[in-house]
């Protein structure tokens, strides 16, 4: 069983970044696309962004020029590094393992249990 466990949130003020990674247990990591979605109260679970298995992102317009996904082959793991945060961007993130076929990112049934993020002063 694929497991994935998120780690990185927290309480930051307006403005501020925070980096969220997401571990993949077992070595299935490199040839899959993963991504970040976010789910905030009430909300339906968006997709933030995606990395295919070759490195190419794609990004929600929302968070297009603040959110930059990467992914450490070596390590099983994709990250999340999240600047000029602001109140719209609380939610929870889940980190997904799925597949990109001409571009649309495709989840699969694994699925992180989420980290929590808090943007306040």
């Known amino acids: 069983q694929v497991q994935l466990v998120e780690s990185g949130g927290g309480l930051v003020q307006p403005g501020g970044s925070l980096r969220l990674s997401c571990a993949v247990s077992r070595n299935e990591f490199s040839g899959y696309s993963m991504g970040w979605y976010r789910q905030a109260p009430g909300k339906q679970r968006d997709l933030v962004a995606t990395i295919t298995s070759f490195g190419r992102t794609k990004y929600a317009d929302s968070v297009a020029g603040r959110f930059t996904i990467s992914r450490d082959n070596a390590k099983n793991t994709v990250y999340l590094q999240m600047n000029s945060l602001n109140s719209g961007d609380t939610a929870v993130y889940y980190c997904?393992?799925?597949?990109?076929?001409?571009?649309?990112?495709?989840?699969?049934?694994?699925w992180g249990q989420g980290t929590q993020v808090t943007v306040s002063s």
């Open positions: 997904n393992r799925g597949s990109t076929s001409s571009g649309t990112y495709y989840p699969h049934e694994h």
